[in-house]
C-alpha cells in the first residue's frame, strides 16, 4: 500500500496571501492528483500531476489559482493562491497504488485551510 | 463523462437495522464503482469496488454492494447496522483508476 503524507494539516491564513501544501508519498508514482472537499460536500478533483509535464487541470480550476509542482515520483506540492474565504476547503493528495496483488487509490489525511 | 448521483444526504438507521445507501452512476465507458467511508476528522477508506467480475462485491465491516448495469446502479448495503458505522460514505467512478469522481456523500447516523 502507498502511505501519503501531507503538511500542513491544517493552517488559518489571510485572504490574499498563498498556501503551499505539500504531499509526500512513501513510493514512486506516475500520476498523483490533488482534490477539494469545500464544507459539507463531495471531493473535486483539482488536476493531475505528472512528473516532468505540466500538471492537467479539470475544468474551473486554473494553474494561476492552483500551480502544482511535481519534482520527482515521490513528491508533489498544490500552491492555493490569492486564497479568499471561498477557498476554505480540505484539500486531499492522491495516488494509486497496489495493495497486494490489487490497485486501490489512496489518499492523504487531506489539509484543512481556513481563510480568514 | 462520468458522474454520480448518491441519493439522500443524510440516512439515519437504528442499530440491528438494514442499511442501504443509494448510488447511480453515469459513464460513457464500463465503470470501476468505488465506496469509501471518512470518520469524523480522518482521511478516506476504502469499503470495497467493483472492477470486473462478480457482481455483487463484499468489503471491509459487513458491507457489500451490487453493481447492476441496467439499472446504472451501485448500492451499498449491511445487514445489521452498528454504532461505530456512523460516518460518511462516498459512492465513486473512474474509467481509469486513475480520477475519481466522487458523489455528494451520505452520512450515516446510526440511533441506539
Known amino acids: 500500500s502507498a502511505v501519503i503524507s501531507q503538511k500542513p494539516s491544517r493552517d488559518i491564513c489571510q485572504r490574499g496571501t498563498s498556501l503551499t501544501i505539500q504531499c509526500q508519498v512513501d513510493?514512486?508514482?506516475?500520476?498523483m492528483f490533488w482534490y477539494r472537499q469545500q464544507p459539507g460536500q463531495s471531493l473535486t478533483l483539482i488536476a493531475t500531476?505528472?512528473?516532468?509535464?505540466?500538471?492537467?487541470?479539470e475544468s474551473g480550476f486554473v494553474i494561476d489559482k492552483f500551480p502544482i509542482s511535481r519534482p520527482n515520483l515521490t513528491f508533489s506540492t498544490l500552491t492555493v493562491s490569492n486564497m479568499s474565504p471561498e477557498d476554505s476547503s480540505i484539500y486531499l493528495c492522491?495516488?494509486?497504488?497496489?495493495?497486494?496483488?490489487?490497485?486501490?487509490?489512496?489518499f492523504g489525511q487531506g489539509t484543512r485551510l481556513t481563510v480568514v | 463523462a462520468q458522474s454520480v448521483t448518491q441519493l439522500g444526504s443524510h440516512v439515519s438507521v437504528s442499530e440491528g437495522a438494514l442499511v442501504l445507501l443509494r448510488c447511480n452512476y453515469s459513464?460513457?465507458?464500463?465503470?470501476?464503482l468505488f465506496w469509501y467511508v471518512q470518520y469524523p476528522n480522518q482521511g478516506l477508506q476504502l469499503l470495497l469496488k467493483?472492477?470486473?467480475?462478480?457482481?455483487l462485491v463484499k468489503g471491509i465491516n459487513g458491507f457489500e454492494a451490487e453493481f447492476k448495469k441496467s439499472e446504472t446502479s451501485f448500492h451499498l448495503t449491511k445487514p445489521s447496522a452498528h454504532m461505530s458505522d456512523a460516518a460518511e460514505y462516498f459512492c465513486?467512478?473512474?474509467?481509469?483508476?486513475?480520477?475519481?469522481?466522487f458523489g455528494s456523500g451520505t452520512k450515516l447516523n446510526v440511533k441506539p
Open positions: 467493483y472492477t470486473t467480475g462478480a457482481t
Open positions: 459513464s460513457s465507458v464500463p465503470p470501476y
Open positions: 513510493s514512486q508514482v506516475t500520476m
Open positions: 492522491s495516488v494509486v497504488g497496489w495493495r497486494g496483488r490489487d490497485t486501490e487509490a489512496f
Open positions: 465513486a467512478v473512474s474509467s481509469d483508476f486513475n480520477k475519481f469522481y
Open positions: 500531476a505528472n512528473q516532468g509535464s505540466e500538471a492537467t487541470y
